[in-house]
């Protein structure tokens, strides 16, 4: 085939755009922006009149679309590959696009990759040629994401831009960013709500708002929680042909909305079977439609408010957040989902991170403490190749890195508190043997008196002395540890500077006893 034009459009700084905000419509708003506007209608208005989007999923192996000089190598993962047999029509897309995302969606940033010479049949040396071109103009050329902001004008409260537009559900004036993520926010809970219509069973709805996610007022905690695949960076690297990739990147994208089927299916079970009602803490909310609701949000008055929202779902990348009591536990279902499921003929493995804090925390730094955890997870899992889970319980509020973090909380002269991450299989230190321990402490017969157990983690911080005398003073008493294989640390406490019985006491209220 002919040499064409290729352009990569690559959408920078993706997660500060969707979590730059503490409001959940806004995250919501952003997160669908992303996935369905720019690389959706978006795109579609910048390319030819009736042009087939989707052709290149549905027809892998055709490189144009007939009757077009125009042709989309891939979209996913918030980039976009296109083919031009025109050079001039290359030139023309990258002006309009841009133009149209600044004006349409002020506040993302994107940049582009460009080679003249793109042969498909060559699809591995094109591939490198655009990956040097998009690292290139990033360095050299910075384009504008929003439009100039007006000196004379007051500072949007949301997101320091300039107050351009009155918001009537706030009564203030904010930013067009911040207004028009609000408005994508309406769509993507309809478009939402729609693609799993089924699975909600016309009896349950997701909500935008944190503070209806089932907490109990007195202990309102949430959950945010990060799901990744591990290696399909690598797996499309590996793709040595354009056919290959799509397959790839369609397969990918099927992944996300296969696996997120299955878990809305499974949180509902939780409430349909009876596992979770009001007497056991879990009364779900109804919803209620605003003063300014349409028809479409008047038919779901009265729907029972799932404990959970999905903020993003792209591939083998899910972000949702929850009621805290659920985090660990939906997060490991959503891995073990994913990671049943065949992506072009290979199953995957998945890490979770999950930070567990105050509704009111600033939801930002909730998802960048759970993004670092999901980086630690990754770390724990290179060396084995399986699917691992990091979390974060906090009752108070917290600043700097995951390390710093970790660091301030964790370590004592003994060693480090925190046991995991931890593995989702049978090896140790494996999520299943905590959970067997949190029952052996709590639920059955042998279990220790809460009072104690608040006592034992306050003498892991304590010097030697102290801890024999708790240990001696718990065996007179017939208490018993858990043991773990190959070590004393029922006996010590601690081996090899770490201990278990931190997080086993952190998380006994953070994982209901009816799904140990």
Request: glycine residues 8%; aromatic residues 10%.
């Amino acid at each position: 085939m002919t040499e064409l034009t290729a352009v990569i459009v690559d959408t920078v700084s993706i997660q500060p755009y969707i979590f730059g905000s503490n409001k959940l419509k806004e995250n919501i708003g952003a997160s669908y922006i992303i996935e369905h506007k720019i690389y959706g209608d978006v795109l579609q208005q910048c390319l030819p009149a009736n042009f087939p989007i989707t052709h290149w999923k549905e027809n892998p192996n055709e490189i144009l679309p007939g009757g077009f000089n125009i042709g989309i190598g891939y979209i996913g993962g918030g980039n976009a590959l296109l083919l031009f047999i025109e050079s001039k029509d290359a030139t023309d897309f990258i002006k309009s696009f841009s133009l149209a995302v600044l004006l349409k969606s002020p506040g993302i940033k994107l940049a582009f990759g460009r080679i003249d010479d793109f042969d498909p049949d060559n699809f591995r040396d094109g591939r490198i040629k655009l990956q040097q071109s998009i690292i290139a103009n990033r360095s050299l050329h910075t384009l504008n994401e929003l439009p100039f902001k007006h000196g004379i004008a007051d500072d949007c409260p949301l997101s320091n831009e300039a107050q351009e537009v009155f918001h009537p559900a706030s009564g203030k004036h904010i930013s067009k960013m911040s207004a028009i993520k609000f408005e994508a926010c309406k769509e993507a809970q309809q478009k939402l709500i729609e693609t799993y219509t089924t699975e909600l069973k016309g009896k349950y709805i997701f909500t935008d708002e944190l503070d209806q996610l089932a907490q109990q007022e007195d202990k309102g905690y949430i959950a945010v929680v990060h799901v990744d695949g591990n290696g399909m960076g690598q797996r499309f690297i590996e793709c040595h042909d354009l056919p290959a990739l799509r397959k790839l990147s369609g397969a990918v994208s099927d992944l996300a909305y296969t696996a997120m089927r299955q878990f809305i299916v499974h949180v509902v079970d939780l409430f349909e079977e009876k596992i979770f009602d009001k007497n056991n803490g879990f009364e779900l909310k109804e919803f209620k439609p605003g003063n300014n609701a349409d028809a479409t949000e008047k038919s779901w008055a009265g729907r029972k408010i799932l404990p959970i929202r999905p903020i993003i779902v792209g591939g083998d990348d899910i972000t949702f957040v929850c009621e805290g009591r659920l985090g660990v536990h939906l997060a490991e279902k959503l891995v073990e989902l994913m990671t049943n499921i065949k992506v072009v003929g290979e199953t995957i493995a998945a890490c979770a991170g999950v930070a567990i804090v105050h509704t009111k925390y600033p939801f930002y730094r909730a998802y960048t403490i759970c993004e670092e955890l999901t980086k630690q997870a990754k770390k724990a899992s290179r060396s084995e190749k399986s699917s691992w889970l990091s979390f974060l319980i906090s009752s108070g509020g917290f600043s700097g890195t995951l390390e710093e973090v970790q660091k301030q909380l964790f370590e004592t002269p003994n060693g480090n508190l925190y046991y995991g991450p931890y593995r989702l299989d049978k090896e140790q230190p494996h999520l299943f043997t905590m959970k067997e321990n949190i029952k052996k402490l709590t639920t059955t017969d042998a279990a220790w008196p809460r009072s104690k157990l608040m006592a034992l983690r306050d003498v892991l911080r304590k010097d030697t002395a102290e801890i024999d005398y708790f240990i001696i003073e718990a065996e007179s008493r017939n208490r018993k540890l858990p043991e773990y294989s190959g070590t004393q640390v029922h006996k010590k406490l601690w081996h090899n500077g770490k201990t278990p019985y931190y997080d086993i006491i952190e998380l006994m209220d953070f994982y209901p006893k009816e799904l140990l």
